[in-house]
């Protein structure tokens, strides 16, 4: 009898968001045999599919070692993964308008994908924003489409419904969806992979303008327009969620979830709450927390709370609430290689993730093999089931949980221990039908590292089951999860708990010893062989075909007089945004008036909320005593510190608009014609190649005895400033590579001054003096192994007030890393 009144409770719940969609307008698939979604899940050649899906970055990781990535995650039970499209790094130069399509390059995208889905079976999700935040360069706008933003608009610009940024939204949506088109999983025979979804906008929430709605649609035309066919979907924009209209009904949202280390409870509570407000569609968490980004000054990410057990919860805790779909950001962490980081960030972008930025693994790759593992047996029973959070008596407030019951009868109980620092025994008695109600206000974890307060759908009835209750006997640790499978028909005692306890990754007894550097070779940039350009007058950056984030130089030659000499005691620099500029006049450093402090954060401390004034001078220098009658020679190396992806230095272009000398420090009296180099000259000359003869650059001895620290802000070495931008050159050789064990390598530096640096002539990133980051990722597939064979690395440092010098350095396997392979 029982059985039966469960049943057709199930069957009432079934039919619940049909009842509810009454009023909107119908989801429309244009190929449902292939693909199609409903309340409950996605449909995929005819089989209902748990979405499982890793967020793996093909821009952050170096070609070849996809296929060591893509291995790790299949290994780990995704069927899908997930990339962000960003449209600055395929389209890197200006195009001469909105027709012209040449400047466009999807090549390694669509490698990356046929790797994906022919190799590795994978389903693919793509989101090309055009914002994708990510901590990426300009959230991924081009930085040369600050030139097209009207002079009088108000406000920001960016993700705005004025037209002409739509238009140019619209020229990168129309050339990515034809590029891409032909991988859908619609054009693919049945059986074979392709994409399954693509993301129109992204946390559209989060920003303040009007007219939303007009942006959205003209994205979801693009799509349409150039041949996508699949479901459209977006996370966090309330104009689509439970849309009426035409358009915008067709594109369902999604959540994403970043919470506090014993907030998982939440993920149920907002999952349920999703549903409710879209009941004609799956639940989806696009952005399920993997880890978090380090900020250059800041900690590095694996200090952050997202251990494994976090991991496990909030994914358990978002299945609790009846999610099919989970997409872990990220899953694969990174590298910022090239500077592609966003203004402030970090070169690493380890993130935490359960792969790290090396490709090693440890225990949340665990819980992620382990939740993989569940899935996978229970998909066909998880899919279709109904329940949710509820109340459980006879136990402590910190454990909480909640039942599913699938069609067939399968009972899940979910169980969570939110106390970090105290395990839980006992009887726990669940009782279905009787909501647990969220006990406090909800969150979410901005970019900023806020909480946001997430309003949640009050209306949380309709998706609590209603039966006898449920007591079973449970023990968690601090912060665990677990879930008892209970089969139909069955009491608790016949349940069996999941995820099971998966086998320790076999580490090697022994790893390599540390290769410390003994010497290094230096050199100053040798300014004189740079590529010099005259500049009639002062343009961006971005005029001059420079969207990247390289060191460039600029040169002025001034006849003065007397007079002159005497009372133009400033050097003024207007900029585009607020970068840093360096300075030497006739071969002498300058004093630094503005700012004070010329590191990767200053930005945020000068106004980065308004927009630099025609008249505001950001880089301010006194040079008084260094300027001579007659012929003298300024020179300045411009420093790019990246393009933010956020706040107005957004839509800003860079590069110097106007500099000079002056007889105050507020006002320009005697601009200067310049000259410039694109490229300093240690780049155009050859330097950084691995075979360049460095037979007359100076030896300097390192000290081979200090510790070098991991980690740490400020403990660079603190030394003088003697010149503009200085050149090393490291060489070593490492022992050729066992075959049965797997070993990542890295450089742990202790050095001031910023700049780049390059790995057998591959740039692995910046090198920032302030820190946390002491330790660089040495991606194997650029390393030489073997006695014989020479690796070499070159720093190009633009010089602080600390200086450019390497104190110590040394070449080490990462510790905790390595492993045995079968």
Known sequence: MMRKNIWFLLCLFCCFPLLAAGGTVKKEFQHPERIRYDGACMTLDGQDVFIYSAAFH??????????????????????????????????????????????????????????????????????????????????????????????????????????????????????????????????????????????????????????????????????RRNGFDIPVFTCLTGECRGSNDQELSQVFDCDNYYVGQSDAPSCAHRMVSLKGSQP??????????????????????????????????????????????????MFAGGTHFAGWGARGMTTSYDYNAAIHENGAVGEKYLAAKGIGEFIRKYEHELTRSAGGPCE?????????????????????????????GKSSKGSATLLPG??????????????????????????????????????????????????????????????????????????????????RITSVKRKEDAVEQAKWILLPRLVSLSDLQVNDFRYSLYRAKVHLNRQQVEHERYLLFNMFTRDIVSVQVNGKNVTRLFPDKADAQTWTTRNCFERIRPDEYDNRFD??????????????????????????????????????????????????????????????????????????????????????????????????QDGLLTWYRIEFTLPRQDPSVWIPWMMRINASGNGFMWLNGHNIGRHWEAGPQREFYLPECWLNFGEDQKNVLVLGLRQTANGAVIKAAEIAPYPDAAEVRK
């Not at 959230?139 to 610009?157: C, D, E, I, M, S």
């Not at 590095?300 to 299945?319: T, V």
């Open 58 to 223: 093909y821009f952050r990781c170096p070609e070849e070692l996809w296929r060591d990535r893509f291995q790790k995650i299949k290994e780990a039970g995704f069927n899908t993964v997930e990339t962000y499209v960003p449209w600055n790094w395929h389209e890197r130069e200006m195009p001469s308008d909105l027709s012209d399509t040449t400047k466009f390059d999807f090549s390694d995208l669509k490698r990356w994908l046929k790797m994906a889905q022919e190799e590795f079976g994978f389903y693919t999700i793509v989101r090309p924003g055009p914002f994708i935040c990510a901590e990426f360069s300009g959230g991924a706008y081009p930085r040369w489409l600050a030139k097209f933003r009207p002079q009088n608009y108000p406000g920001f610009w960016l993700r705005s419904a004025d037209p002409v940024h739509v238009r140019w939204c619209v020229h990168w949506f129309d050339a990515v969806c034809r590029a891409l088109a032909g991988e859908q999983l619609t054009r693919k025979p049945k059986g074979e992979k392709g994409i399954i979804l693509i993301q129109i906008e992204n946390e559209y929430n989060a920003h303040g303008c009007e007219n939303k709605s007009y942006f959205l649609k003209e994205l979801y035309r693009s799509v």
């Open 280 to 329: 004609d569609a799956p639940g989806f968490v696009t952005e399920l927390q993997g880890g978090w980004f380090s900020l250059v000054t800041g900690t590095l990410s694996e200090e952050h709370y997202s251990d494994a057990r976090h991991f496990k919860a909030i994914g358990l805790m978002s299945i609790l609430g009846g999610c099919t779909g989970i997409n872990y950001y």
């Open 392 to 420: 459980i008596e006879g136990v402590p407030k910190s454990v909480f949980g909640g039942v599913r019951v699938a069609q067939d009868g399968t009972q899940f109980v979910f169980l969570h221990n939110t106390d970090a």
């Open 434 to 515: 009787k909501i647990k109600l969220p006990q406090e206000a909800m969150y979410n974890i901005d970019q900023n590292g806020n909480k946001v307060l997430m309003q949640v759908n009050a209306n949380l009835h309709g998706d609590s089951l209603i039966m006898e209750p449920i007591t079973v006997n449970y023990e968690l640790g601090p912060l665990d999860t677990k879930v008892l499978v209970i089969p139909a028909g069955k009491k608790a005692k016949a349940g069996t708990w999941w995820p099971e306890k998966q086998p320790d990754i076999k580490r090697p007894s022994r790893l390599p010893q540390p290769i």
């Open 623 to 720: 040079v008084s005593g260094t300027l001579r009658e007659g012929e003298n020679e300024i020179l300045v190396v411009y420093e790019n510190l990246g393009h933010a992806h956020g706040y107005v230095p957004m839509e800003e272009l860079s590069g110097i608009r106007e500099a000079g000398l002056s007889v105050s420090e507020t006002a320009l009296s005697h601009p200067l014609e310049w000259e410039y180099a694109a490229d300093a000259a240690g780049v155009t000359e050859g330097w950084i190649l691995p075979q360049f003869e460095d037979k007359d650059w100076k030896v300097i001895p390192l000290d081979p005895k200090v510790e070098i620290l991991r980690k740490g802000n400020g403990i660079q070495p603190k030394a003088t």
